[in-house]
């Protein structure tokens, strides 16, 4: 199982051991015409590949973002953006203001599934659960905060993603899948491939897109 999370949280953390704060996050602006997606309804996955329909029929079958409705759960990560591999996780991140009665909660709904694990982690800006399983031989992984979820790590970078993808096409996505498959993590994937130095995590996010002329 991929622990996309803790990586992404690791990395937000900073250079040097300097904290990247979520309220200083900038996202690059996205050019007219750009298509756009609202990422916190999954229906959107319905008009997507064959994978994203498997993910789409396991998210309605499971009942998982119905479980989960009052943490405000959004789907982020790789399946979105159609950019997984074969070790992907069905990411979903929530906002929770007391973290125990959220694990109590989890181990209670799903600890039934799969190999599942639950784990707080204190490291970061904010302590997070994270809880991982198997579902319909997908894996699952949850993440929740004390921050609303379009305000979190995972679905900002998701955004960036998007906006990337959306710009410099389907080669280029395609580039982003081999290098994952190589065993890059996607933001490094992505810098790579963009030419970006320094800490993929934060320096993704203030990436700009070109203003004009080909990609």
């Given at each position: 199982m991929?622990?996309s999370?803790?990586?992404r949280?690791?990395?937000m953390a900073?250079i040097?051991g300097?904290k990247?704060k979520?309220s ?10 750009m298509p756009s ?12 590949s064959?994978?994203?329909?498997r ?9 998982l973002?119905?479980k989960?409705?009052?943490?405000d759960?959004?789907l982020v990560g790789t399946?979105?953006l159609?950019?997984?591999t ?9 906002q929770?203001?007391?973290l125990?009665a959220?694990?109590q909660?989890?181990s209670?709904t799903?600890?039934?599934?799969d ?7 204190n490291g970061f800006?904010?302590p997070?659960?994270i809880?991982?399983f198997i ?10 905060q004390?921050?609303?979820?379009t305000k979190?790590n ?10 990337i ?7 280029f996505?395609q ?5 994952k ?15 970006i130095?320094?800490n ?8 700009q ?5 080909n990609?």
């Amino acid at each position: 199982m991929v622990t996309s999370f803790t990586g992404r949280a690791q990395g937000m953390a900073g250079i040097n051991g300097i904290k990247y704060k979520h309220s200083n996050f900038y996202l690059c602006s996205q050019p007219t015409g750009m298509p756009s997606i609202n990422f916190t309804d999954i229906s959107y996955l319905k008009k997507g590949s064959a994978t994203q329909h498997r993910v789409y029929n396991v998210l309605l079958r499971s009942k998982l973002l119905d479980k989960l409705a009052a943490y405000d759960p959004i789907l982020v990560g790789t399946f979105p953006l159609d950019i997984q591999t074969s070790n992907s996780d069905i990411d979903i991140i929530c906002q929770c203001k007391d973290l125990k009665a959220f694990a109590q909660m989890i181990s209670t709904t799903f600890a039934d599934q799969d190999n599942f694990s639950l784990k707080t982690i204190n490291g970061f800006d904010l302590p997070a659960v994270i809880a991982s399983f198997i579902t319909e031989g997908i894996p699952v992984e949850i993440f929740a905060q004390d921050l609303p979820p379009t305000k979190q790590n995972g679905y900002l970078h998701m955004l960036a993603e998007h906006q990337i993808l959306s710009y410099f096409g389907e080669d280029f996505k395609q580039k982003v899948v081999a290098l994952k498959e190589t065993g890059i993590k996607t933001e490094p994937a992505f810098c790579q491939l963009l030419g970006i130095s320094g800490n993929p995590y934060i320096e993704l996010l203030n990436y700009q897109l070109p203003i004009s002329g080909n990609a």
